[in-house]
């Protein structure tokens, strides 16, 4: 896979909306050094939307990646839903600072969104990856067994008696 394939040449394009499709696998990925996750399935569905003085993308996607589970490193499939809207306007130099806005020098005809693609669909994973199974319950693991025989034990509260503290009586008379 090239990253070339994901420039998006608007020269051509008459103004109006214009439907692109990209499929991202794991050698998406490996061109940015990314390995957090493997068995990459996506489809990123692009709307251009082009003017005459403007343009705007959005990037949806769905799709499904292998992570690890923080708790007890099981691997598991997360459904992920990736989604960006760029706008696109022209100016005296490219500039990509902002998030959602992007400015192309003047006489530009083309411009590429892989990491576009590979921003938005890294910031949509959870800081936190749970397997399902621990959440309900129905993942057995040996790591998960000892996590439950280390977790802190609940100490039954003492019960209040009605003898006073003989430190705290001598304050008592203060307030009579």
């Known amino acids: 896979m090239k990253l070339k394939d994901f420039d998006i040449s608007f020269i051509g394009l008459k103004q109006g909306n214009h439907e692109l499709e990209y ?3 794991d050698s998406f990925f490996e061109h940015f050094g990314f390995n957090e996750f493997y068995n990459a399935d ?3 569905k692009a709307a251009l939307t082009k003017g005459s003085t403007m343009m ?3 990037l949806k996607g769905s799709g499904t990646v292998t992570v690890n589970c923080d708790l007890t490193n099981e691997p598991f499939k997360m459904n992920v839903t990736p989604a960006l809207n760029l706008v696109i306007k022209f100016g005296e130099e490219y500039n ?3 998030d959602e806005l992007l400015v192309l020098p003047n006489g530009e005809h083309q411009f590429n969104v892989a990491q576009y693609l590979y921003e938005m669909t890294v910031l949509s ?3 936190k990856r749970i397997h399902p199974g621990v ?3 129905s993942l057995e693991s040996p790591l998960l067994e000892k996590l439950e025989d280390l977790r ?3 100490v039954e509260e003492k019960e209040e008696t009605n003898e006073s503290d003989p430190r705290w009586d001598a304050l008592k008379d203060l307030l009579k």
């Open 23 to 25: 499929e991202l696998n």
């Open 42 to 44: 996506l489809i990123i």
């Open 56 to 58: 705007e993308l959005v």
């Open 96 to 98: 990509d600072e902002d």
């Open 125 to 127: 994973l959870p800081q």
């Open 135 to 137: 959440e309900d319950g």
């Open 152 to 154: 802190p034990k609940i």
